[in-house]
């Protein structure tokens, strides 16, 4: 026997000794908790046990049939949500129809990790092992999570069982650490590995359906005790939620074992016979039953064919089409399409939002709401419009939407762009003294020297304001540059700063303004008075210098505050009296979400996304 096949057969030997553990370890699980209830068995009247299962009346079984139904319902709704957050493209009901039969089989069968996978893979037909396997793990995982939370709570807050307060903040702190790290770093990168987390809504759905599944269950066992059994469902409730996660934990066949012993040793002034009779028609309703109905998926599997995430990359011929330019940082910020029946926008993804940016890139608003809306549930995330103009704000508010004014655009004129007239004066100032300091400006085309010299004016300039803004603003990039207008300022045939604009049929943006440290005075205004010059050349109607604080005619006094506040701490004031030296008009920019909670969890994590560090 040469040595490889010696260690093929050592490697064959080890597999099969872990295949034995892994099959035996329950089966000893539940011997050991037979073994521990001995004491309470003894003497046990299993005629009686038998006769509790024989007296449940038809009302029982059909009361325990609905909330076992609903248990089963919130297993396939979590199966769904998972699902949605890792992107399989699986439609919903076929998501919940597998997941509730993977479940029912898995938790008759014993070891759920391994037949909870082959049970999905079987019933998703086309679908890769790989997804099946991913679906299972995230499920498993997420769920015990969700449960401890959930037993910890029902302890705390329900009569029967008495849990030290330690454990009662410990769960809290993991709690509040898990909520805080899914926010503040959504997309965890390990060396090479990239791991997305749930979004606060998918946790909040994982949470609400593992607490219906655990009341649902608990319900489907109390309706079947005896009317004359001294146990309240307040008290069981507890006690339930602990003996599943012990027999969720032991991987035992319906946790049998496990679930008894947890049930007796934290009940000990219930009969044995009643319960454990309940016990018994429980399993029948709540375990054989959906076991047998999960035969028929099993038998014949949905056919499904995992699909393309959705919406669509943005093509880089829709851009040029856009009635508002802004749309053309979809080219960095990951944007896609989002189509309509009667148009198509640009939307982009954070931790917690599917975000349309802007206005539609094409067609009416109409629909894009709903559009949205759908496609932000597919990836359990929340819909949000960022800044949109006033039409589609009225849509949003029309259709119950909450809606914030949180920007203006300044909007110019080039062809009735003028210098003269007193409101000019600082203007003019500020353009005499760049040209006193010999500051020349040219609209200059992408070569690789001068990208060169731009690139180190815009490294000196991230390291002065602590980093560059993305998202809805550009960052340096030299093949994002490369269809943008460039006007670079030089002193002595040396760059000293250089702003870009996105271009559009329609429209040109301000995007990029860098400059480097300390630069002559009035070198940025001769920047954009140039552009605007250029623009008026090429007989331009529209140009924008971006965005600017709000100046609402009336708020609320603490919002004003806040606004103020905000501003000024990003430097907001600086940029106002910049943009107004050119005269724009100021253009409302709202932003929008289903409801008050959801807009301020919205803009918390646009505000996160703007400033996140990118490598």
Request: aromatic share 6%; glycine share 8%; net charge positive.
């Amino acid at each position: 026997m040469t040595q490889n096949a010696r260690q093929r057969a050592a490697v064959a030997r080890a597999a099969a000794s872990r295949i034995l553990l892994r099959s035996g370890l329950p089966l000893l699980i539940g011997a050991a908790c037979l073994w521990l209830l001995r004491d309470r068995l003894e003497g046990l009247d299993f005629q009686a046990v038998a006769a509790v299962v024989e007296a449940t009346s038809l009302g029982q079984w059909i009361a325990a049939a609905g909330a076992t139904a609903v248990s089963f319902w919130a297993i396939g709704s979590y199966d769904l949500v998972m699902h949605r957050h890792l992107r399989t493209g699986v439609p919903s009901r076929v998501a919940q129809v597998s997941g509730a039969g993977s479940i029912a089989l898995a938790q008759v069968l014993g070891m759920g990790m391994v037949t909870g996978a082959l049970a999905r893979w079987r019933m998703l037909s086309g679908a890769q092992p790989g997804m099946a396997a991913a679906v299972t793990g995230t499920v498993a995982l997420s769920f015990m999570a969700a449960w401890a939370l959930i037993a910890v709570l029902m302890a705390w807050l329900l009569p029967g069982v008495t849990v030290p307060g330690w454990i009662v903040l410990g769960t809290g702190g993991v709690t509040l650490a898990a909520v805080t790290l899914a926010f503040l770093c959504p997309v965890l990168r390990l060396g090479p590995l990239t791991l997305r987390l749930p979004s606060l809504r998918a946790l909040a759905a994982m949470v609400l359906l593992t607490g219906l599944d655990i009341v649902a269950a608990a319900a489907a066992l109390f309706v079947l005790m005896p009317a004359d059994m001294a146990l309240t469902f307040e008290v069981l409730l507890p006690v339930f939620a602990l003996a599943l996660g012990a027999g969720l934990f032991s991987s035992t066949p319906g946790g049998a074992g496990p679930f008894e012993l947890t049930l007796l040793a934290l009940l000990p002034h219930v009969a044995e016979a009643p319960l454990l009779g309940a016990v018994l028609a429980w399993r029948v309703i709540y375990y054989a039953v959906p076991a047998m109905i999960a035969l028929i998926p099993l038998a014949v599997p949905f056919r499904i064919r995992e699909a393309a995430p959705l919406p669509c990359p943005v093509s880089s011929g829709l851009l040029p089409q856009a009635t508002r330019a802004e749309c053309g940082v979809a080219r960095q910020n990951g944007g896609r399409v989002l189509s309509t029946e009667q148009g198509t926008a640009v939307v982009a993804e954070t931790g917690q939002t599917l975000t349309l940016l802007f206005d539609p890139i094409s067609g009416r608003p109409g629909g894009v709401l709903s559009a949205l809306s759908a496609a932000a549930r597919d990836r359990m995330l929340i819909p949000v419009v960022y800044k949109c103009t006033g039409r589609l704000a009225a849509r949003a508010r029309r259709a119950g939407w909450a809606v914030l004014r949180i920007a203006d655009d300044a909007v110019i004129d080039p062809a009735g762009f003028d210098t003269d007239g007193p409101q000019f004066r600082q203007l003019r100032r500020k353009l005499r003294q760049a040209d006193k300091a010999g500051v020349q400006v040219t609209r200059e085309r992408p070569a690789p020297a001068m990208l060169d010299e731009l690139a180190e004016i815009d490294r000196q300039w991230v390291s002065d304001h602590r980093g560059a803004r993305g998202f809805s603003m550009g960052r340096f990039c030299r093949d994002y540059l490369d269809p943008q207008q460039i006007f670079v300022a030089r002193q002595e045939g040396r760059a000293i700063a250089f702003v870009t604009l996105h271009e559009t049929r329609h429209d040109l943006a301000l995007d990029l303004v860098r400059h480097a440290a300390q630069p002559p005075d009035g070198t940025m205004h001769l920047l954009i008075a140039t552009a605007i010059r250029s623009a008026r050349e090429e007989g331009r109607t529209r140009m924008t210098l971006a965005a600017m604080p709000a100046r609402p005619g009336c708020e609320h006094r603490m919002l004003a505050a806040l606004r103020h506040r905000i501003a000024d701490g990003t430097g907001g004031a600086g940029l106002t009296r910049f943009k107004e030296s050119f005269g724009p008009r100021r253009q409302p920019l709202y932003m929008a979400a289903p409801d008050m909670v959801t807009l301020a969890l919205s803009a918390a994590d646009i505000a996160r996304t703007i400033w996140e560090k990118r490598c």
